[in-house]
């Protein structure tokens, strides 16, 4: 097996990717922004694994899985310790790197039933949106995640609000977990 360093891995992403009808392909999108990011920060990603854990949906295989999700917590509190150090916080992207962390924080609360603390961290993400450099589609799967613990309190009127806005900013995969989110609350008022 060939070991390249991760920089000539990444570098191809900035400038080559795909498009089907006219319209480039989200996970696609995902890895040159990430690969742009990686580079402008002297290639250095914050939390990059329980980033795409999220993204790829895995996080929901895990849900109500304490340990698990308590060892996850674990480390991204420790990463945002580390994150609040004085080396990092002259980062252009600081401020997207604190938004990932507290909302990987309030995933995992979430999902281990706390869903207060975490919509708290949510919304702390959102009222940061104008903040963040280059990590936007974290303000919609925030509005996403609100709108889920809604639907977990039968607050749907809310959740329906938190969802809407979430479409109006969704970005990449999260459109797909939105539409069936909506689904959701819409079959749940018709019964």
């Known amino acids: 097996m060939i070991r390249r360093p991760p920089r000539s891995t990444l570098f191809p992403y900035t400038t080559l990717f795909r498009s089907l009808v006219g319209k480039s392909i989200p996970p696609e999108k995902f890895a040159s922004m990430k690969s742009e990011k990686f580079l402008a920060q002297n290639n250095w990603l914050f939390l990059p694994a329980y980033e795409m854990l999220y993204v790829l949906n895995y996080f929901l295989f895990v849900k109500g899985n304490i340990s ?33 962390g507290i909302f990987l924080k309030g995933v995992c609360l979430s999902y281990m039933g706390s869903p207060l603390s975490a919509e708290e961290l949510f919304i702390e993400v959102y009222e940061n949106q104008k ?6 589609y974290i303000v919609s799967c925030a509005l996403l995640e609100l709108g889920l613990i809604c639907i977990q309190t039968t607050n749907y009127e809310q959740a329906v609000q938190y969802l809407n806005l979430a479409k109006k900013h969704a970005m990449f995969y999260a459109e797909f977990r939105i539409h069936l989110a909506l689904q959701d609350i819409e079959s749940k008022l018709s019964q």
């Open 131 to 136: 903040s963040l450099k280059g990590d936007q």
């Open 68 to 100: 698990i999700l308590d060892a996850v917590l674990v480390k991204v509190n420790r990463a945002l310790d580390e994150l609040n150090e004085e080396s990092h916080r002259d980062s252009p992207y600081y401020m997207d790197n604190y938004c990932l």
